[in-house]
């Protein structure tokens, strides 16, 4: 026998042999022998529904596979005594037929699974039938109390199983109300925590609903009459639950804890909890039922102690005190679990179990009590362990642990298996395993073996084992790799080694990148109609597939004909084209490869126009109001911001809606202020931010009564349109101001600073003229406006003036002074204001320009004006704008509203010289080394011209050269320059001058030579007429030289004229080096639009410019070539070549014919 220090021994050396074991259950392959264990069962307290079957499970697996047998109230149950029970086939689950008596099966049932190498058990299931009997018939008394005094009106209803739901409902199948003051209890009862006149009642019926079998059962209802008191006293707080001031409660760990306090009194008391000690665990704590119930789920140990409720109200208040003890049934907290042993290896079960109190440990085996199982020398039984010795094979068995106490208990199965085997792998094999990159990858490798085999893993089949660092290796097997990277890619090799074998598997990993939506959708507010883009873009590994899919609020978003074919997808978007509200909501986009996935969402918000309100009502009327009501339609996305109501009235402008007022659009009921004798309809317009709804449909019309005018028409003046009257006008009332019938205006008016009676009448227009009046007087004017009602109040008195005449008297002495080029300052002596006949207006200055002082030059003289406003003694102006170097007129007169007086004395003044305007024009023409320039005089010297300054630069992109300048004299208006290269290009300024200084600038820049000059003649020589008057000249050319042969045979002599030779086509004349010359044709050719005489000179059309050249009649082409200079020295030189030998050239042949 082993002593108990042996034994204590033992269980140290077992404690550090098996700490690996006890981190995961084992799982013993089913194809192994092995004990049974249950895998399924009905609850410990299983309650049932008698119409049905019942069924209690118990299912179990094992190698053999396990029969079964159960126990009733603790004696073996035959089962197949009782025709209504069955066992299913390779289960122990029962199964009773609901005919005959449910109650007869009530009971409790214990389920024994055993084959060869021992017995498991299931829990105690005490099976019960549901029950919901009916309510005991009474007769209830109606209940009769004073107002203000407190009532319960209890509900008892019968016992079920389980216990009735409670709820009270009145006759008409309605929930009583229940506020601070009446409330239902936890025990379903109703109290009234004061009674008042209103809670008087026929139908307060307690109703109880039961769950299993879905029946409600309804109490006889209370009748409830109540004494009113014309005062009802108020008093204190008292608890109407729970009685006293101090209770006790016990709860279960882990349940739910309800207190609750109803209070009494007047006015109705308010309830307040406190803990003891400390504060309520607030997030644990709920407070229901308008405080009276205080729940806290899932009890702990910290959650006993005392806690107080407190009732108050302005009369005082009271205090009631709950003592809870937490106690708590058996709770785990070590279960034993199965134990696979190798003959002679050494073992432990433990169990360990905790609660309030203490619970106690049993050890079973096989479904037996350890103590009366037979003795077995390889275990001892020490309190919650059972520790095991060299154990044998034949010496397996399922454990019990039972952990009991008042109020519960726990039981668990454990089964010793001994065996003896080499390592196996329970996965499948060369596993291929593909992970997204710095996740987090786990590779398994099940495996079974005894004794408990070694296992180790290997990268490449390198190295040492993998374990520790970015590697972690689990009990079962499993080895983790903390972030995956493309370098852990590879062949990861899992050995499982014992003393009697090892074995090996293979998992190929692969790293792959993630699948990311890298361009999301964007939340979208449109309006109805548009079309809108969701965009989403994905990156992925380009070895996984990626399926993109859309959906609408978590729905698969179909593409047929739901949306009518407005919707379009690509791979890296969805469009939806003429959104309307339907299609708002919230759109996702999900790329998924068959390892990962990822999604994005946006909304998508349609904004539309509101739609018209609704239901306009009319209220509230009076004299000049009513209240107009109306229901608002939807927004659409978009929320309304205001609200315009109009009207329509049928009198003065029947179909015309006009607008009344504008509201916030959070209104929708309005006071809307009116106008006497109206008779209105209103309709409503919702606004938001997209536009205006549709107006709503009219309301019902309202007619105002009428009233005097309230208004004074406006506008009120007089003025004379003739000397001797004074025409009244004023602004009519609208027709909303008229106020009723019959609207007049009484007008009534009398001369200023005189105690004459008013003068009046009474019209209907809008005008009233008072005639024969003196000229320009002041009248006293004012008006009123009446109807059948009354009148309006008076307008104040306003000035109006009778009709002016011509003025009487011209200014004097009218002259200048301080002339300059532009402006010269004007002086006269003012009119005497009683000559000015009239309100008096300005002093009017005419003046033109007579003349320039420069000879020749025409100019405008139309007659210009100028106003001075001026009361002074000694008035003056200045007149500005003038012309410089110019001869001015200028006479004044006086102007009141309507006429101009006689003229002043005239006055004639010169302008002195100024800066000269502008160049009348500044043009360039460009050949191949000169640039050609040519201008005219400005329209306006301002004086006498004394030159031009010319200044200019080469211009390199935006580089500017230096600045050079020329001056010329004022009758040149030419000039010619060398070109240092034909690429340079030139920026030229040129002012004319005059003694004051330089004027305005023009500017111009040279043509590019290439792209000027060249591709002009590149133009020309490819038109079509070019090319056949070309064809033409060749063919008088072969004409002419054969008349020249036929001459010349004879022997004639021909006259040759000097310099004005008609230019011919172009030939290739040898120099005397022997090279040849050659000419374009566009050097000789006439402009465009020229004609050429008899003589043989060229005629310029009339935009041609002028000729220009040394001793000739040159000219400039249209590309900007200087052909004058050039044709007439060729022709001197021609002539002067041909003295000795005029026979031989063909162009003096041509002059001989002539």
């Given at each position: 026998?082993?002593?108990?220090?042996?034994?204590a021994?033992?269980?140290?050396?077992?404690?550090?042999?098996?700490?690996?074991?006890?981190?995961?259950?084992?799982e013993?392959?089913?194809?192994?022998?092995?004990?049974?264990t249950?895998?399924?069962?009905?609850?410990?307290?299983?309650?049932?529904?008698?119409?049905?079957?019942?069924?209690?499970?118990?299912?179990?697996?094992?190698?053999?596979?396990?029969?079964f047998?159960?126990?009733?109230?603790?004696?073996?149950?035959?089962?197949?005594?009782?025709?209504?029970?069955?066992?299913?086939?390779r289960?122990?689950?029962?199964?009773?037929?609901?005919?005959?008596?449910?109650?007869d099966?009530?009971?409790e049932?214990?389920?024994?699974?055993?084959?060869?190498f021992g017995?498991?058990?299931?829990?105690?299931?005490?099976?019960?039938v549901?029950?919901?009997?009916?309510?005991?018939?009474?007769?209830?008394?109606?209940?009769?109390?004073?107002?203000?005094?407190?009532?319960?009106?209890?509900?008892?209803?019968?016992?079920?199983?389980?216990?009735?739901?409670?709820?009270?409902?009145?006759?008409?199948?309605?929930p009583?109300?229940?506020?601070k003051?009446?409330?239902?209890?936890?025990?379903?009862?109703?109290?009234?925590?004061?009674?008042?006149?209103?809670d008087?009642?026929a139908?307060?019926?307690?109703?109880?609903?039961?769950?299993?079998?879905?029946?409600?059962?309804?109490?006889?209802?209370?009748?409830?009459?109540?004494?009113?008191?014309?005062?009802?006293?108020?008093?204190?707080?008292?608890?109407?639950?729970?009685?006293?001031?101090?209770?006790?409660?016990?709860?279960?760990r882990?349940?739910?804890?309800?207190?609750?306090?109803?209070?009494?009194g007047?006015?109705?008391?308010?309830?307040d909890?406190?803990?003891?000690?400390?504060?309520?665990?607030?997030?644990?704590?709920?407070?229901?039922?308008?405080?009276?119930?205080?729940?806290?789920?899932?009890?702990?140990?910290?959650?006993?102690?005392?806690?107080?409720?407190?009732?108050?109200?302005?009369?005082?208040?009271?205090?009631?005190?709950?003592?809870?003890?937490?106690?708590?049934?058996?709770y785990?907290?070590?279960?034993?679990?199965?134990?696979?042993?190798?003959?002679?290896?050494?073992?432990?079960?433990?169990?360990?179990a905790n609660?309030?109190?203490?619970?106690?440990?049993?050890?079973?085996?096989?479904?037996?009590?350890?103590?009366?199982?037979?003795?077995?020398?390889?275990?001892?039984?020490?309190g919650?362990?059972?520790?095991?010795?060299?154990?044998?094979?034949?010496?397996?068995?399922?454990?019990?642990?039972?952990a009991?106490?008042?109020?519960?208990?726990?039981?668990?199965?454990?089964?010793?298996?001994?065996?003896?085997?080499?390592?196996?792998?329970?996965?499948?094999?060369?596993?291929?395993?593909?992970?997204?990159?710095?996740?987090?990858?786990?590779l398994?490798?099940?495996?079974?073996?005894s004794?408990?085999?070694?296992?180790?893993?290997?990268?490449?089949?390198?190295?040492?084992?993998?374990?520790?660092?970015?590697?972690?290796?689990?009990?079962?097997?499993?080895?983790?790799?903390?972030?995956?990277?493309?370098?852990?890619?590879?062949?990861?090799?899992?050995?499982?080694?014992?003393?009697?074998?090892?074995?090996?598997?293979?998992?190929?990993?692969?790293?792959?990148?993630?699948?990311?939506?890298?361009?999301a959708?964007?939340?979208?507010?449109?309006p109805?109609?548009?079309?809108?883009?969701?965009?989403?873009?994905?990156?992925?590994?380009?070895?996984?597939?990626?399926?993109?899919?859309?959906?609408?609020?978590?729905?698969?978003?179909?593409?047929?004909?739901?949306?009518?074919?407005?919707?379009?997808?690509?791979?890296?978007?969805?469009?939806?084209?003429n959104?309307?509200?339907?299609?708002?909501?919230?759109?996702?986009?999900t790329?998924?490869?068959?390892i990962?996935?990822?999604?994005?969402?946006?909304?998508?918000?349609?904004?539309?126009?509101?739609?018209?309100?609704?239901?306009?009502?009319?209220?509230?009327?009076?004299?000049?109001?009513?209240?107009?009501?109306?229901?608002?339609?939807?927004?659409?996305?978009s929320?309304?911001?205001?609200?315009?109501?109009?009207?329509?009235?049928?009198?003065?402008?029947?179909?015309?809606?006009?607008?009344?007022?504008?509201?916030?659009?959070n209104l929708?009921?309005?006071?809307?202020?009116?106008?006497?004798?109206?008779?209105?309809?209103?309709?409503?317009?919702?606004?938001?931010a997209?536009?205006?709804?549709?107006?709503?449909?009219?309301?019902?019309?309202?007619?105002?009564?009428g009233?005097?005018?309230?208004?004074?028409?406006?506008?009120?003046?007089?003025?004379?349109?003739?000397?001797?009257?004074?025409?009244?006008?004023?602004?009519?009332?609208?027709?909303?101001?008229?106020?009723?019938?019959?609207?007049?205006?009484?007008?009534?008016?009398?001369?200023?600073?005189?105690?004459?009676?008013?003068?009046n009448?009474?019209?209907i227009?809008?005008?009233?003229?008072?005639?024969?009046?003196?000229?320009?007087?002041?009248?006293?004017?004012?008006?009123?406006?009446?109807?059948?009602?009354?009148?309006?109040?008076?307008?104040?008195?306003?000035?109006?003036?009778?009709?002016e005449?011509?003025?009487?008297?011209?200014p004097?002495?009218?002259?200048?002074?301080?002339?300059?080029?532009?402006?010269?300052?004007?002086?006269?002596?003012?009119?005497?204001p009683?000559?000015?006949?009239?309100?008096?207006?300005?002093?009017?200055?005419?003046?033109?320009?007579?003349?320039?002082?420069?000879?020749?030059?025409?100019?405008?003289?139309?007659?210009?004006?100028?106003?001075?406003?001026?009361?002074?003694?000694?008035?003056?102006?200045?007149?500005?704008?003038?012309?410089?170097?110019?001869?001015?007129?200028?006479?004044?007169?006086?102007?009141n509203?309507?006429?101009?007086?006689?003229?002043?004395?005239?006055?004639?003044f010169?302008?002195?010289?100024?800066?000269?305007?502008?160049?009348?024009?500044?043009?360039?023409?460009?050949?191949t080394?000169?640039?050609?320039?040519?201008?005219d005089?400005?329209?306006?010297?301002?004086?006498?011209?004394?030159?031009?300054?010319?200044?200019?630069?080469?211009?390199?992109?935006?580089?500017?050269g230096?600045?050079?300048?020329?001056?010329?004299?004022?009758?040149?208006?030419?000039?010619?320059m060398?070109?240092?290269?034909r690429?340079t290009?030139?920026?030229?300024?040129?002012?004319?001058?005059?003694?004051?200084?330089a004027?305005?600038v023009?500017?111009?820049?040279?043509?590019?030579?290439?792209?000027?000059?060249?591709?002009?003649?590149?133009?020309?020589?490819?038109?079509?007429?070019?090319?056949?008057?070309?064809?033409?000249?060749?063919?008088?050319?072969?004409?002419?030289?054969?008349?020249?042969?036929?001459k010349?045979?004879?022997?004639?002599?021909?006259?040759?004229?000097?310099?004005?030779?008609?230019?011919?086509?172009?030939?290739?004349?040898?120099?005397q080096?022997?090279?040849?010359?050659?000419?374009?044709d566009?050097?000789?050719?006439?402009?465009?639009?020229?004609?050429?005489?008899?003589?043989?000179?060229?005629?310029?059309?009339d935009?041609?410019?002028?000729?220009?050249?040394?001793?000739?009649?040159?000219?400039?082409?249209?590309d900007?070539?200087?052909?004058?200079?050039?044709?007439?020295?060729?022709?001197?030189?021609?002539?002067e070549?041909?003295?000795?030998?005029?026979?031989?050239?063909?162009?003096?042949?041509?002059?001989?014919?002539?």
């Amino acid at each position: 026998m082993w002593t108990q220090g042996r034994w204590a021994a033992l269980a140290v050396l077992s404690i550090i042999l098996l700490l690996s074991k006890e981190a995961a259950p084992i799982e013993v392959p089913l194809d192994l022998k092995q004990p049974p264990t249950i895998v399924k069962q009905s609850l410990k307290d299983y309650i049932v529904d008698p119409r049905d079957n019942i069924i209690i499970e118990c299912e179990a697996k094992g190698n053999p596979v396990p029969t079964f047998q159960w126990r009733r109230n603790g004696k073996f149950f035959n089962v197949g005594k009782d025709p209504r029970v069955t066992m299913r086939i390779r289960s122990g689950t029962l199964e009773f037929r609901s005919s005959g008596k449910p109650e007869d099966y009530e009971g409790e049932y214990q389920c024994f699974a055993s084959n060869d190498f021992g017995t498991a058990i299931s829990n105690k299931i005490l099976l019960r039938v549901s029950k919901s009997p009916l309510w005991p018939k009474e007769v209830l008394e109606p209940v009769t109390v004073r107002e203000g005094v407190s009532l319960i009106l209890p509900c008892n209803p019968p016992p079920g199983l389980p216990p009735p739901e409670t709820f009270w409902m009145d006759s008409s199948i309605m929930p009583i109300p229940q506020d601070k003051r009446v409330s239902m209890g936890l025990n379903g009862d109703l109290f009234f925590s004061n009674v008042l006149a209103k809670d008087a009642n026929a139908d307060y019926s307690c109703n109880a609903r039961f769950e299993f079998t879905h029946t409600i059962q309804q109490k006889n209802p209370y009748t409830l009459k109540v004494q009113t008191m014309r005062n009802v006293p108020e008093t204190q707080p008292t608890f109407l639950s729970p009685k006293g001031l101090a209770s006790s409660k016990i709860v279960l760990r882990g349940e739910q804890l309800l207190l609750e306090c109803i209070g009494a009194g007047v006015p109705t008391p308010s309830i307040d909890w406190f803990k003891r000690g400390g504060d309520l665990p607030a997030k644990k704590v709920k407070l229901e039922n308008f405080n009276k119930t205080l729940r806290i789920l899932n009890v702990s140990e910290e959650d006993s102690g005392g806690y107080i409720c407190m009732a108050s109200n302005k009369m005082g208040s009271i205090r009631h005190s709950v003592e809870v003890q937490v106690k708590a049934a058996p709770y785990w907290l070590d279960k034993p679990t199965n134990l696979v042993l190798a003959p002679e290896e050494n073992g432990r079960l433990v169990c360990r179990a905790n609660g309030n109190p203490k619970p106690t440990i049993q050890w079973l085996v096989n479904g037996e009590p350890i103590e009366s199982s037979l003795p077995n020398p390889n275990q001892q039984v020490l309190g919650d362990t059972i520790m095991f010795h060299s154990v044998q094979i034949g010496s397996s068995a399922v454990y019990q642990c039972n952990a009991s106490n008042e109020h519960g208990y726990l039981l668990a199965n454990a089964f010793v298996s001994i065996l003896d085997m080499a390592p196996r792998m329970l996965g499948p094999k060369n596993q291929l395993i593909k992970v997204i990159e710095n996740n987090r990858t786990f590779l398994d490798c099940p495996f079974f073996g005894s004794p408990f085999p070694v296992l180790r893993w290997f990268k490449n089949g390198l190295g040492s084992g993998l374990d520790g660092g970015q590697y972690k290796l689990y009990p079962n097997g499993t080895l983790e790799i903390n972030q995956a990277r493309p370098e852990d890619q590879g062949t990861y090799t899992c050995v499982a080694s014992n003393i009697l074998g090892k074995m090996e598997n293979q998992v190929r990993l692969e790293v792959k990148e993630p699948t990311r939506i890298v361009r999301a959708p964007e939340h979208v507010t449109k309006p109805r109609g548009s079309t809108v883009r969701f965009d989403c873009r994905v990156k992925r590994d380009s070895s996984l597939p990626v399926t993109v899919t859309w959906l609408k609020d978590d729905k698969p978003l179909s593409f047929s004909w739901t949306f009518g074919g407005r919707l379009r997808k690509d791979d890296e978007s969805l469009t939806i084209q003429n959104v309307n509200p339907e299609d708002g909501g919230t759109y996702t986009c999900t790329a998924k490869s068959e390892i990962d996935e990822d999604s994005a969402s946006a909304r998508l918000t349609v904004i539309g126009r509101p739609d018209p309100p609704q239901d306009l009502e009319l209220s509230d009327p009076s004299a000049r109001s009513v209240r107009l009501t109306w229901v608002p339609g939807s927004e659409n996305n978009s929320p309304v911001t205001q609200f315009l109501v109009q009207f329509e009235e049928d009198k003065w402008e029947p179909g015309k809606w006009q607008n009344l007022s504008i509201y916030d659009g959070n209104l929708n009921s309005v006071n809307l202020q009116l106008s006497p004798f109206v008779n209105y309809q209103f309709r409503v317009i919702a606004i938001n931010a997209v536009g205006q709804s549709q107006p709503s449909h009219p309301s019902a019309r309202y007619q105002t009564s009428g009233a005097p005018p309230d208004v004074i028409p406006g506008g009120l003046q007089g003025w004379g349109n003739k000397k001797n009257n004074m025409e009244i006008t004023w602004q009519p009332l609208q027709n909303t101001e008229r106020n009723g019938p019959n609207l007049r205006y009484v007008v009534s008016w009398r001369r200023k600073d005189t105690e004459q009676e008013w003068n009046n009448i009474t019209t209907i227009r809008a005008k009233h003229i008072i005639h024969n009046t003196d000229t320009y007087v002041p009248y006293e004017i004012k008006i009123q406006a009446i109807n059948d009602f009354g009148h309006s109040p008076e307008s104040n008195v306003v000035i109006g003036y009778t009709g002016e005449d011509k003025p009487s008297a011209a200014p004097t002495e009218l002259r200048v002074s301080k002339i300059n080029s532009t402006k010269v300052n004007v002086h006269w002596v003012p009119v005497d204001p009683s000559t000015v006949n009239g309100e008096f207006k300005e002093y009017k200055l005419y003046y033109w320009r007579e003349a320039s002082l420069i000879k020749g030059l025409k100019v405008n003289k139309t007659k210009l004006h100028k106003g001075f406003f001026t009361t002074a003694e000694h008035p003056s102006g200045i007149l500005t704008e003038l012309f410089p170097y110019s001869k001015y007129k200028i006479y004044m007169v006086v102007a009141n509203r309507e006429h101009e007086g006689p003229q002043s004395n005239t006055v004639e003044f010169y302008t002195k010289e100024g800066e000269p305007g502008a160049p009348k024009y500044f043009r360039i023409q460009r050949h191949t080394d000169r640039v050609h320039l040519k201008w005219d005089k400005p329209q306006e010297p301002n004086g006498v011209l004394i030159g031009y300054t010319l200044q200019y630069h080469t211009v390199n992109g935006t580089q500017a050269g230096e600045r050079k300048v020329q001056s010329f004299l004022p009758n040149v208006t030419e000039y010619i320059m060398d070109l240092p290269h034909r690429l340079t290009r030139f920026k030229f300024y040129l002012a004319a001058r005059t003694q004051v200084g330089a004027g305005e600038v023009y500017a111009v820049e040279s043509p590019h030579f290439a792209n000027e000059a060249y591709k002009e003649q590149e133009d020309i020589a490819t038109q079509g007429w070019f090319i056949g008057l070309m064809c033409a000249v060749a063919l008088l050319v072969l004409i002419l030289l054969i008349v020249c042969f036929i001459k010349r045979s004879r022997g004639g002599k021909y006259p040759v004229r000097e310099k004005k030779d008609l230019p011919l086509d172009p030939v290739d004349h040898k120099d005397q080096d022997g090279s040849f010359d050659y000419h374009s044709d566009e050097d000789n050719k006439p402009l465009q639009g020229s004609q050429t005489s008899l003589d043989g000179n060229v005629k310029e059309s009339d935009d041609s410019l002028v000729d220009y050249g040394e001793g000739g009649d040159g000219q400039f082409n249209e590309d900007g070539s200087f052909i004058g200079q050039y044709t007439v020295k060729k022709d001197k030189e021609e002539t002067e070549g041909n003295e000795s030998s005029e026979a031989t050239s063909p162009v003096n042949a041509i002059y001989s014919l002539a």
